[in-house]
């Protein structure tokens, strides 16, 4: 199965700079791992003005109880704000349509 997932990063005030800097250290090394394993396909960032604290990502996973577990193990997971969209195939997607 296939979700669309969006992040917004609500980071506590009073959080130590050293905190927040060690968990998106960590955060990036977590999201390399889910490509490697085929579960984050893509990620974006949203130009939406302001700090550039809201993501989308593509992801794949057997259920959305995996990817709620997934998403549960990143190291921002308690700072982040997640909405998940489950996607199902479309007849007219180009991707699969006949050429």
Do not use: C
Not at 1 to 17: Q, R, T
Not at 26 to 45: F, K, P
Not at 63 to 79: C, F, K, Q
């Amino acid at each position: 199965m296939e979700f669309l997932v969006e992040f917004k990063l609500e980071v506590p005030a009073g959080a130590p700079d050293a905190e927040v800097e060690q968990r998106q250290r960590a955060e990036s090394a977590a999201a390399a791992e889910l490509a490697e394993g085929g579960h984050l396909v893509r990620l974006w960032r949203l130009s939406l003005g302001g700090n550039g604290t809201t993501a989308i990502g593509l992801y794949r996973a057997r259920s959305e109880a995996e990817l709620h577990d997934l998403l549960g193990t990143l190291p921002l997971a308690d700072w982040l704000r997640v909405t998940v969209i489950p996607l199902s195939a479309h007849p007219n997607d180009p991707a699969t349509a006949p050429r």
